[in-house]
């Protein structure tokens, strides 16, 4: 079986020193995979390069078995991954149904889950309220919505819990399950009440290489794990 996303060999060096090196990585259809890692291990810069905002200066990523490393943004964007930032991107002074209307304009792609998404993050009964107005944690499913809006096969997270209480964060991992029946995930976080919930696949990267993959509960109790990371949150 191909693998939706292979990531081969991945080295990015920024002047004189290696952000990444000898990274390589899979993900299947409609599967989630969480990177956690400590600070500057390199986790924002393997997603960059995964929507090709940064070129690896070593190895290739294939999307469906097509490589897509130097390939315009736009175009890795088409192919079917998309990406909710850490940066608010809600209009603000627009409806929740306007600004998932935009973001589904915005690529002139076919509407592949239309009506679904708003059901699927949770704001039907918000419909028309103006997204500006929305509580944190729902602004962010909001910009999940949007990310989703035209239907990838591929979703990356970068922090998606950030900020949020913590019934906001178990309910954006319960929003990640269902998520999962249609399309395959990626999160980087580092709220483990969030990674335990997600109870995925976890790889713990660390000084630019992958350490330990693995279900979470086995990368929670592995010593390694707790000596680079875990032990000191
Ligand atoms: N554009 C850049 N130019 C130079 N160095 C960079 C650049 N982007 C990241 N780095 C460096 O690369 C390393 C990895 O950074 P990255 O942001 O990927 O870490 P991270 O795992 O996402 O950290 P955090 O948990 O703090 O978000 C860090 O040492 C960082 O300072
Ligand atoms: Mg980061």
């Known amino acids: ?31 989630l995979a969480c990177i956690i890692g ?9 997603l960059n390069v995964l929507t090709g905002t940064q070129k690896p200066t070593a190895g290739s990523v294939l999307f469906r078995g097509n490589p897509i ?10 192919a079917g991954i998309a990406r909710k930032f850490q940066i608010p991107s809600v209009f603000p002074s627009m409806s929740v149904a306007d600004n998932l209307d935009i973001a589904r304009r915005g690529t002139g792609s076919a509407p592949a889950l239309e009506g679904d998404v708003i059901e699927l993050i949770g704001l039907s009964a918000k419909r028309e309220v103006k997204a500006g107005e929305l509580p944190h944690g729902e602004k962010q ?3 999940i919505g949007m990310a989703i809006a035209t239907g990838p096969s591929l979703l990356l997270l970068d922090e998606p819990t950030a900020g949020m209480t913590p019934q906001e964060t178990q309910a954006t991992a319960r929003l990640i399950h269902r ?3 249609r399309l395959a995930i990626i999160a980087v976080e580092h709220d483990i009440s969030f990674v335990r919930a997600l109870d995925a696949d976890t790889l713990v990267l660390h000084q630019g290489r992958f350490f330990r993959r693995g279900p ?5 109790a592995d010593p390694a794990v707790r000596d680079v990371y875990l032990g000191r949150r």
Request: proline share 3%; hydrophobic share 45%; no cysteine.
């Open 216 to 220: 979470f509960a086995e990368i929670e």
């Open 69 to 78: 490393s130097g390939l315009p943004l736009h175009r890795i964007a088409r």
């Open 179 to 181: 998520l999962q029946a």
């Open 1 to 31: 079986m191909t693998a939706l996303l292979e990531a081969k060999d991945i080295g990015v060096r920024f002047g004189g020193l290696d952000a990444l090196s000898g990274i390589s990585f899979s993900i299947a259809e409609r599967s």
């Open 141 to 143: 499913w909001l910009e």
């Open 38 to 46: 400590p600070n500057g291990a390199g986790k924002s810069t393997f």
